[in-house]
């Protein structure tokens, strides 16, 4: 399984980003070969759908998944078309939100909020 997971620093041992289009990284885990891939999110810049864009960075990257503390409207229409789950992090690291997705331990996100729409979003 691949998992995409928004993050500011490409280190496995850093933390989820709390934004999802506007993060500099995605980190492309994936749980077959233990491998880690981190991918710019050109989005990040974009004047306006952001969300849209860095979702379909991660459908290019064919991702099974995404663990994210939160997403907009647009931008999660994009990964479940593409039949990508959605899944919350939780406020631990990030190898501990892959071990807690490995044991059925994060729940899927259907907390989906209307977007930033034009503002550079919370970090």
């Given amino acids: ?70 997403c907009g409207k647009n931008a999660a229409e994009v990964l479940e078309n593409a039949d990508i789950k959605l899944y919350k992090s939780n406020s631990s690291t990030i190898k501990e939100n892959i071990d807690a997705l490995k044991e059925d331990k994060l729940y899927e996100l259907n907390e989906i909020h209307a977007g930033f729409h034009g503002s550079r979003g919370i970090r």
């Fill in 1 to 70: 399984m691949k998992i995409g997971i928004p993050v500011s620093e490409k280190t496995i041992e850093g933390y989820v980003n709390n934004t999802f289009g506007r993060t500099n990284y995605f980190l492309i885990y994936d749980t077959q070969s233990q491998s880690s891939n981190f991918v710019n999110n050109t989005a990040a810049s974009s004047q306006g759908g952001a969300g849209i864009k860095a979702a379909q960075i991660l459908v290019d990257e064919n991702i099974d998944c995404l663990l994210t503390p939160r």
